[in-house]
């Protein structure tokens, strides 16, 4: 049974591209959730997708934006890229948004 | 709203002897708390989690955590360490409504890097 999986692994772009990272939740998992972990600090909360809706929001701004797909599959879009952007980005997926999440590995993004 | 403070940002134990690692929350409803485990370049493990059963809760690899509502602490303790255990704590906390539900996020420590020498 394959956990959380998130690609790509690593990923590096420069100050104001965008970026997709992408998600695929534990196999009967329906909800998916985003945090942001900057280095040496705990995973902020970005946003949480359920039935292909937004259902909370953390205290990110626009620029962050997210999509879950039927399949339950999830993108984190980030816009207009600024260096405090750098972070490893997690996902996790339960099943309902009222359960435990099981993280995966994180994508390391590296903003020049 | 609800917050979370770990008291230590490193502790340093030695192989055989205890581990506490400190951890006071903050929560506007009854919460449910976790503790998760990081280690480098590995996704966040469970080790246990309190969702008002019984105060007292065992994890994995012989970790527990007492909640203590008057104190609003939820510390994680294991009797004996190991080199294995060497990694990052995360003490975490999500709120639920009264109505029974989660409000769905997981508010994070800033952690606890826990070193085990020989």
């Known amino acids: 049974d394959a956990g959380v999986t998130q690609s790509p692994t690593h990923l590096i772009k420069t100050r104001g591209q965008q970026v997709t990272l992408r998600c695929s939740p534990k196999?009967?998992?329906?909800?998916v959730s985003w945090y942001q972990q900057a280095l040496g600090q705990g995973p902020q909360f970005i946003f949480q997708?359920?039935?292909?809706?937004?259902?909370q929001r953390g205290n990110f701004p626009d620029r962050f934006s997210g999509h879950q797909f039927p399949n339950y599959s999830s993108e984190l879009n980030v816009n207009a890229l600024l260096l405090g952007d750098s972070a490893l980005y997690l996902c996790?997926?339960?099943?309902?948004?009222?359960?435990?999440?099981?993280f995966g590995p994180g994508t390391r993004l590296t903003v020049l | 709203a609800q917050s979370v403070t770990q008291l230590d940002s490193h502790v340093s134990v030695s192989e055989g002897t205890p581990v506490l690692l400190r951890c006071n929350y903050s929560?506007?409803?009854?919460?449910?708390l976790f503790w998760y485990v990081q280690h480098p370049n590995k996704g966040l493990q469970l080790l246990l989690k309190?969702?008002?059963?019984?105060?007292l809760v065992k994890g994995i690899n012989g970790f527990e955590a007492e909640f203590k509502k008057s104190e609003t602490s939820f510390h994680l303790t294991k009797p004996s360490a190991h080199m294995s255990d060497a990694a990052e704590y995360f003490c975490?906390?999500?709120?639920?409504?009264?109505?029974?539900?989660?409000?769905?996020?997981?508010?994070f420590g800033k952690g606890t890097l826990l070193t085990v020498n020989p």
């Open positions: 975490v906390v999500s709120d639920r409504h009264s109505s029974g539900g989660s409000n769905y996020k997981l508010t």
């Open positions: 996790a997926s339960s099943f309902g948004f009222n359960n435990e999440q099981f």
């Open positions: 196999s009967g998992h329906d909800t």
């Open positions: 997708y359920y039935e292909e809706e937004e259902r």
């Open positions: 309190y969702t008002s059963a019984a105060t």
């Open positions: 929560s506007s409803y009854s919460p449910s």
